[in-house]
């Protein structure tokens, strides 16, 4: 199997979530990108994904979820 080299922009809080995933697992970024990238084609990537969120779609009913989420987390900022 031949390797190609590509560059990739992603928006700052994931590259620093990258980086943090990949010291605590002893691998380079490149490493835990190509494993992501394993993962999703193992998964049937795109096809598995929408299937997830179909069959998960309208599960939340206890109201707003964005507002839970913002609740919530604002709750982490306090500890």
Do not use: C, F, N
């Not at 994931?14 to 190509?34: F, N, P």
């Amino acid at each position: 199997m031949s390797s190609k080299r590509i560059i990739i922009t992603l928006p700052a809080e994931d590259k620093h979530w990258l980086e943090g995933y990949s010291r605590a697992q002893k691998v380079s970024l490149a490493e835990s990108i190509r494993k992501g990238v394993q993962k999703l084609r193992k998964a049937d990537g795109l096809k598995s994904y929408e299937k997830l969120v179909e069959s998960t779609y309208g599960l939340w009913k206890k109201g707003d979820g964005l507002a839970y989420q913002v609740k919530i987390r604002s709750e982490w900022k306090e500890k």
